[in-house]
């Protein structure tokens, strides 16, 4: 292994278990490793501190131990197999119910770079660094062996996460079938609700997992209200929503695929046009035409406004822009779900943002709940960056 080592005092960050190693923070790289390269790290009196993935860039290497030594062959089985005993622990693995969930958060489960979603025995892997792209054979082995008879397929999906700097041949696919499986969706239940996941097409790993708990708490406050699911994807909260007893549901997506998955995912629950809208638009033009009242309950759950610090400011002034209009339609004794997964986006500013939302509209507003990711998005402590859901949920009169 090549040798990173470390300016002098920059090893505080590493004894604290945060698992990046900053370009900043490196006075000496001795060899010549490639991106992805795994490299030891020492302190600038030479001491061991942990093990990584070599990068170009501002984050030099993403950690992968701190004792153990990852080179050894049954590295990636123990990890894999720590991830799945956390989300046994929480219910999520071996649920009747439940049959699809976050495998590997990254950081959160200490594989910097990974992610790795399930979905009823297909396994949908995303790198994020050239290190998890190179090890793909190696954590596709240990999917095998950690699933053993119940693994139906594990694809990689990198080709728009990975680096290209990396010079990787990026191309997604299967990294292993078997043979009674094909096609590229598949479907899941979540809490008792269907899903059709497709990977191949669909945006991210094909599902949001992120949403389960928050989607049961719409679910919860559904009965006979009219519901309006704004950037509804494939229509997780509207599933809810129907089989919580909304008199109505609207959903709304500007994407056209995600629309006719919404359509499929409606029928799949046994629900029908008659309760159901799909209407493939803008978000934020169609909120504009809604007459005041017209929902009693309102979801709002936008992309990333902010990908980087950069677009801090903008990504605020849109999330307030979007729920106030939000707010100041929904009806009196209604409920709005403000959501933002932009990682820059703080808890306290975007409590901020719809803060200033609410004030706009000079409505009376209660915060009745914050809303976060659920457990297999665990958050590394020494990482809390990994923190990156969080919403609101408002009544207002
Ligand atoms: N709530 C969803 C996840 C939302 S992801 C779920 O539970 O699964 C964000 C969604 O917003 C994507 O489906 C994307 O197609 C959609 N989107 C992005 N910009 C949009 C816009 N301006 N108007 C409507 N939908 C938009």
């Known amino acids: 292994m090549d040798k990173i080592i470390l300016k002098p005092r920059r090893e505080e960050s590493l004894l604290r278990f945060h698992p990046w190693v900053f370009s900043g923070a490196v006075a000496q790289i001795v060899g010549h490793p490639a991106e992805g390269d795994l ?42 197999e720590r991830a799945l005993r956390l989300r046994q622990a929480c219910g999520l693995a071996d649920s009747e119910q439940t049959t699809c969930y976050r495998l590997v958060h990254g950081e959160g489960d200490g594989l910097p770079g990974l992610i790795i979603d399930y979905y009823d025995g297909v396994c949908v892997m995303q790198a994020h660094s050239a290190g998890m792209f190179r090890s793909k ?40 079938r078997s043979d009674s499986f094909s096609g590229d969706s598949i479907t ?63 959903s709304v997506d500007s994407s056209r695929r995600a629309m006719d998955l919404v359509d499929r995912n409606v029928e799949l629950n046994g629900f029908g046009a008659d309760k159901h ?18 929902y009693d309950l309102i979801i709002v759950d936008p992309p990333a406004f902010a990908k980087h610090r950069g677009a801090l400011r903008n990504a605020l002034r849109a999330y307030q822009r979007l729920n106030a209009a939000a707010i100041s339609k929904v009806a009196p004794g209604g409920f709005v779900f403000c959501f933002s997964c932009s ?55």
């Not at 809208?277 to 017209?294: K, N, Q, W, Y």
């Open 137 to 176: 054979g190696a954590i596709c082995a240990a999917l095998q062996k950690l699933y053993g008879d119940g693994l139906k397929a594990v694809y990689d999906k990198s080709s728009g996460t990975a680096p290209f700097k990396a010079g990787l041949d990026l191309v997604d696919g299967y990294l292993w």
């Open 277 to 294: 809208h799909s209407v493939c638009a803008d978000a934020i033009d169609f909120l504009r035409d809604v007459p005041e009242g017209a």
């Open 39 to 80: 490299v030891g790290v020492y302190s600038s009196d030479g001491r061991f501190l942990a093990s990584g993935h070599y990068q170009v860039g501002s984050i030099a290497v993403r950690i992968l131990s701190f004792d153990a030594d990852p080179t050894k062959a049954d590295f990636w089985e123990l990890m894999l």
């Open 343 to 397: 990682q820059v986006v703080d808890k306290e500013a975007f409590a901020l943002a719809v803060f200033s939302a609410a004030a706009q509209t000079g409505r009376p507003v209660r915060i009745l709940d914050r809303l976060n990711q659920p457990s297999d998005h665990a958050v590394n402590i020494y990482h809390p960056e990994g923190e990156y859901l969080k919403g609101l949920l408002l009544y207002v009169e």
């Open 188 to 250: 899941v239940l979540e809490n008792g609700c269907k899903f059709l996941v497709n990977w191949a097409d669909g945006q991210k790993t094909g599902f949001f997992l992120d949403q389960r708990e928050n989607r049961a708490r719409v679910g919860a406050l559904s009965k006979g209200r009219k519901v309006l699911n704004l950037f509804c994807y494939t229509g997780g909260f509207s599933i809810y929503a129907l089989r919580g007893g909304a008199v109505e549901v609207t």
